[in-house]
């Protein structure tokens, strides 16, 4: 799917062969649709129980439906996160889909970004939360079709405050910091 969508962005084609997809792919969501509704195990964030941390270094397994970084999600970036110590490092390349301005990717899209890998830090420090603010700053194009890795820690905790910090870089080095609050969630057992 995702394959899908950066060749019809990625590419000039002829309207027939646009149209042909579009029926095509129209056809199919109907078929997808027919099936029960899934839920995804752990929506109840207050009384689900936490998944293990990986092992330092090992990589991240997920909800295939995660929006970025989900196998399974047809606007994911095949975001690829593993643990680096109390910290976690993601790995990703951009493609046409996620082009913003021209030769570069969408500001929001690397803002999407670090708000999902930033999550990942909650499993290894066994909290739940959810983002109560991100602040971004941009400090160069993300550029597309190269390597980029993501960096994200926690640096602090006051009361329900998580405070986590990021970055982003590629072969030009940092192009964009992130700063964060998440808000702990208080289980029914606290």
Known sequence: MRDLGHALVGHDNQPDLLERAAHTVEALAVQLSSGPVRSRPGRDMQNSVLDEPPLDGAVFESYPDRPISGAASPWGVDLVVSRDG????GHCTLRA???GAPGRSHGGVTAAIFDDLLGFLLTIHQLSAFTGELTVRY?????????LEFRARLVGQERRKLYLE??????DGVFATAKAIFITIVTSDA
Do not use: R
């Open 166 to 171: 990021a970055d982003a870089s590629g072969p």
């Open 86 to 89: 109390d910290a976690v490092i």
């Open 97 to 99: 889909a996620h082009e």
């Open 139 to 147: 400090l160069g194009p993300a550029p597309l079709h190269v390597p």
